[in-house]
């Protein structure tokens, strides 16, 4: 009797799932050079093998995405000061993969990424570098861009 007269607090959306076949690590991290490969193909610039293990040794962690065939298609990592601030970083996903898969990609990194800050660090503040594409998941998941007027900015340096 008592439980018809709970009401859910607010309602969830559901998780989103991953597609078939497709499997996601944690704190398993890629290879420098599979993971320099994946952002190579998303448009950023190659980066030496021994600077990405190191940014992936002061990570905090990494979700990596792979499709049936162990192929890595998706990742974040996350980097924090273990109170205030999280960011996360390198969010990739393959552009080979087809459009709808990898809309379904960026929705689980994403969705796993913040639910794993918010377990960990709940009411820190989390900021992104995401491409472009990225933007309408982030969206969905609460993120703003720009708020209040704040202007992140960045320099990448050659040498």
């Given at each position: 009797?008592?439980?018809?007269?709970?009401?859910?607090?607010?309602?969830?959306?559901?998780?989103?799932?991953?597609?078939?076949?497709?499997?996601?690590?944690?704190?398993?991290?890629?290879?420098?050079?599979?993971?320099?490969?994946?952002?190579?193909?998303?448009?950023?610039?190659?980066?030496?093998?021994?600077?990405?293990?190191?940014?992936?040794?002061?990570?905090?962690?990494?979700?990596?995405?792979?499709?049936?065939?162990?192929?890595?298609?998706?990742?974040?990592?996350?980097?924090?000061?273990?109170?205030?601030?999280?960011?996360?970083?390198?969010?990739?996903?393959?552009?080979?993969?087809?459009?709808?898969?990898?809309?379904?990609?960026?929705?689980?990194?994403?969705?796993?990424?913040?639910?794993?800050?918010?377990?960990?660090?709940?009411?820190?503040?989390?900021s992104v570098a995401a491409p472009q594409?990225?933007?309408?998941?982030?969206?969905?998941?609460?993120?703003?861009?720009?708020?209040?007027?704040?202007?992140?900015?960045?320099?990448?340096?050659?040498?």
């Amino acid at each position: 009797m008592l439980d018809s007269l709970l009401i859910p607090f607010r309602s969830q959306p559901q998780p989103p799932q991953l597609p078939p076949g497709y499997g996601l690590e944690l704190d398993a991290p890629p290879s420098p050079e599979e993971l320099n490969a994946l952002l190579v193909a998303c448009g950023d610039p190659s980066r030496p093998p021994q600077r990405l293990q190191r940014a992936l040794e002061a990570s905090s962690w990494q979700l990596c995405l792979r499709n049936a065939g162990g192929q890595l298609v998706g990742f974040v990592r996350a980097t924090s000061d273990q109170a205030l601030n999280a960011n996360l970083w390198d969010l990739a996903v393959a552009p080979e993969e087809p459009v709808g898969i990898q809309g379904q990609v960026l929705q689980v990194l994403v969705v796993a990424a913040l639910g794993r800050l918010r377990r960990e660090l709940p009411g820190c503040s989390i900021s992104v570098a995401a491409p472009q594409g990225a933007l309408a998941a982030l969206k969905q998941q609460g993120f703003v861009v720009d708020p209040g007027g704040i202007r992140a900015m960045g320099l990448r340096l050659q040498g």
